[in-house]
């Protein structure tokens, strides 16, 4: 079965600093992979997608994630946090049609 | 705005009671999915219909269920409803077969 386990929780930044988010799939065969963004009181927000085209992956609002086959992770990055970027974070991997999220992690900014 | 709307934004009800929350797709989307985000049990999958038949099923109780009508737009029946069943229900849609969900922006059901 398809899975990811994004390791920590909640992850606290400085305004400015680097946002690093990671995110570990299992799957025999290269999966889709995405990263979502929920804002507080929102709807989930597709923030990026890796569908085998290119192993790194830009998205919206400055966000980046790399696919590393040999290590099975698709960590998602910002050179730079912004106050804005308070929310909650999610890696999801597909085969097919159904979605699995991870547990998701929660980033705080601090100014 | 993902063009996912859901109906009603916030619900609350008493245990043993029978909800629907319902969900228009984008325009043009074939795919619905419905997902229960809890504090305890994260974001799970619960049910898929493609253009008006199931399709996939996940972690759907059998109190629950789902579908899908000619128009496209979907409903979630949920009954004897308990405590445990409040949660935050989404709705996403997709273009297809194809892997990326448009998600809309959530019903709050609270069970008293």
């Known amino acids: 079965a398809q899975s990811v386990t994004q390791l920590g929780s909640h992850v606290s930044v400085s305004e400015g600093a680097l946002v690093l988010l990671r995110c570990n799939y299992s799957?025999?065969?290269?999966?889709?992979l995405f990263w979502y963004v929920q804002y507080p009181n929102q709807g989930l927000q597709l923030l990026l997608k890796?569908?085998?085209?290119?192993?790194l992956v830009k998205g919206i609002n400055g966000f980046e994630a790399e696919f590393k086959k040999s290590e099975t992770s698709f960590h998602l990055t910002k050179p730079s946090a912004h106050m804005s970027d308070a929310a909650e974070y999610f890696c999801?991997?597909?085969?097919?049609?159904?979605?699995?999220f991870g547990a998701g992690t929660t980033v705080t900014v601090r100014a | 705005d993902s063009g996912v709307t859901q109906t009603p934004k916030h619900l609350i009800t008493a245990t043993g009671q029978r909800v629907t929350l319902r969900c228009s797709p984008r325009?043009?989307?074939?795919?619905v999915y419905w997902y229960q985000q809890s504090l305890d049990q994260g974001l799970q999958f619960l049910i898929q219909?493609?253009?008006?038949?199931?399709?996939a099923k996940g972690n759907i109780l059998e109190r629950f269920s789902a579908q899908q009508f000619p128009d496209l737009h979907s409903e979630l029946n949920l009954s004897s409803l308990e405590l445990g069943d409040s949660a935050l229900y989404f709705c996403?849609?997709?273009?297809?077969?194809?892997?990326?969900?448009?998600f809309g922006p959530g019903t709050r059901l609270t069970v008293l």
């Open positions: 996403a849609s997709s273009p297809d077969r194809g892997n990326e969900q448009f």
């Open positions: 799957s025999s065969v290269p999966p889709y």
């Open positions: 890796y569908t085998s085209a290119a192993t």
């Open positions: 999801a991997v597909s085969r097919g049609d159904k979605l699995s």
């Open positions: 325009s043009g989307d074939l795919s």
């Open positions: 219909y493609y253009n008006g038949e199931e399709r």
